[in-house]
């Protein structure tokens, strides 16, 4: 059963840490002939800066992250 819900405790501040991490990982693959393009250097700096302060500037009533869970396995979209 699928199950979409907003990050409330630690656990899911982890989970979320760690599916931002394989983002920016895949992006890394994904975009590596322009890996030398200083918006995109900057993008994955920042980024990097976001998931080591989750929740930071995503927390309610500002903003949210959501957590989708399939059989209690966080999934990637």
């Not at 994904?30 to 900057?42: F, G, M, T």
């Not at 990097?48 to 966080?74: F, M, N, S, V, W």
Request: no cysteine; net charge negative; aromatic share 16%.
């Amino acid at each position: 059963m699928l199950k979409i819900y907003p990050v409330k405790t630690d656990e899911d501040i982890e989970i979320a840490k760690r599916l931002f991490i394989e983002y920016v990982e895949f992006l890394k693959v994904v975009l590596y002939e322009y890996s030398d393009v200083p918006w995109l250097i900057q993008y994955y700096q920042d980024f990097q800066e976001e998931t080591d302060h989750l929740p930071a500037r995503y927390r309610q009533p500002e903003g949210i992250i959501l957590i989708a869970k399939y059989d209690d396995r966080p999934r990637r979209s």
